[in-house]
């Protein structure tokens, strides 16, 4: 009888320690299972449209059920402009083991894909012709680790506009840096775009943004108007570039409505925030388990008309009536 009691009094005290231990064990999974995922965000510096691309990102990925702080949380990283800085970001983020990173700009992509090593996700934030950089193997099948979308300007657009504004202008000045992939991918596909279209134009080159008051200036002697490509050192150096344009009395188009808002004269530009809040979604769609490898690149090539009435009173410029009424009613009109 003893024995039978004993027995027993074993028999539950094994119950009791497994149930406990059971009990732990999944708190500890639970624990775990909850624990919010960390998305890295690498900028390359501070500049109104890679600003704009940002706050897209973040609403993206809060449409989609990540709200920072709560069910995600980000480690936003400002590199402002310094290759080194880049590294070290892009590092922080693969020792903090974040669940993805997410790059604005071409430098910041390069960057998170080299620390990334093929593992860790990398998404793309508005990055110009990615297959080109090496990032990914086609826009369709990236291949890899990374995905996103694609900042593909409307260039063709880009000139009917300028031809559209100014019929007469015989030479075009097209400027981008050299050490940017994507500024330099869009000028020299413009610049096919002007061939191909019989207009005659000269391309010049900044190593860095130290280079365009005196590129600018002598750029300003020789063409008749400018393009400005979307390209992050034309775009930091724009005002120094309007400066000079607007003494020669030269009309400067860029590819997009910040550079407009920094003294361009008008342009059709693919909205940068909706740009960042398409690859916010796919951010989300990727921490909800969507592979990156066949995931394919997402692009928003229609612009909207956006134009500068300061500028244009500086130039003595007139727009015509349609381009304006388009800005007015469908666009953005700077004052």
């Known amino acids: 009888m003893n024995k039978v009691k004993r027995m027993i009094a074993f028999i539950t005290a094994l119950v009791v320690f497994l149930g406990v231990a059971f009990f732990k064990t999944g708190g500890t999974q639970t624990t775990k299972t909850n624990k919010i995922p960390t998305v890295g965000i690498l900028q390359l510096q501070t500049h109104p449209a890679l600003d704009a691309i940002h706050r897209g990102v973040v609403a993206g ?14 480690d936003y990283q400002n590199a402002q402009g310094d290759q080194s800085n880049l590294k070290t970001m892009s590092q922080k983020f693969m020792n903090e083991n974040a669940a993805e990173t997410v790059a604005i700009a071409t430098p910041a992509a390069q960057a998170l894909s080299t620390a990334a090593k093929g593992k860790t996700p990398v998404i793309l934030a508005g990055i110009t ?13 990236p291949g890899n680790n990374v995905t996103g979308t694609s900042g593909e300007s409307p260039l063709k657009s880009h000139l009917d506009l300028l031809r559209q504004l100014f019929p007469k202008a015989k030479t075009i000045g097209i400027i981008y ?44 002697s020789q063409v008749d108007a400018v393009y400005a ?18 003494k020669a009395k030269i009309p400067v188009i860029p590819a997009v409505d910040t550079m407009v808002k920094d003294g ?25 388990g ?6 394919a690149i997402k692009l928003i090539t229609k612009g909207k008309m956006t134009v500068n009435l300061s500028e244009a009173k500086k130039l003595g410029y007139t727009f015509p009536d349609s381009v304006l009424k388009e800005a007015q009613t469908k666009g953005e009109v700077f004052k």
């Open 61 to 74: 990925l809060k449409e989609n059920g990540y709200v920072p702080g709560k069910t995600v949380k980000i």
């Open 129 to 141: 012709d990615p297959a080109g950089s090496g990032l990914i193997k086609s826009n369709e099948k």
């Open 177 to 220: 840096t050299t050490s940017d992939h994507g500024g330099e991918y869009n000028a020299k596909k413009f610049a096919r775009i002007c061939k191909q279209e019989g207009v005659a134009y000269k391309m010049y080159t900044l190593a860095n943004t130290n280079d365009m008051q005196q590129v600018s200036e002598t750029m300003a």
């Open 229 to 246: 490509p979307q390209d992050n050192g034309v775009a930091s150096a724009m005002k120094t570039l309007i400066n000079v344009t607007n």
């Open 264 to 288: 361009g004269l008008a342009t059709l530009s693919v909205d940068q925030y909706e740009l960042g809040k398409l690859s916010g979604e796919m951010a989300a769609k990727v921490l909800k």
């Open 290 to 295: 969507k592979a990156t490898s066949n995931y």
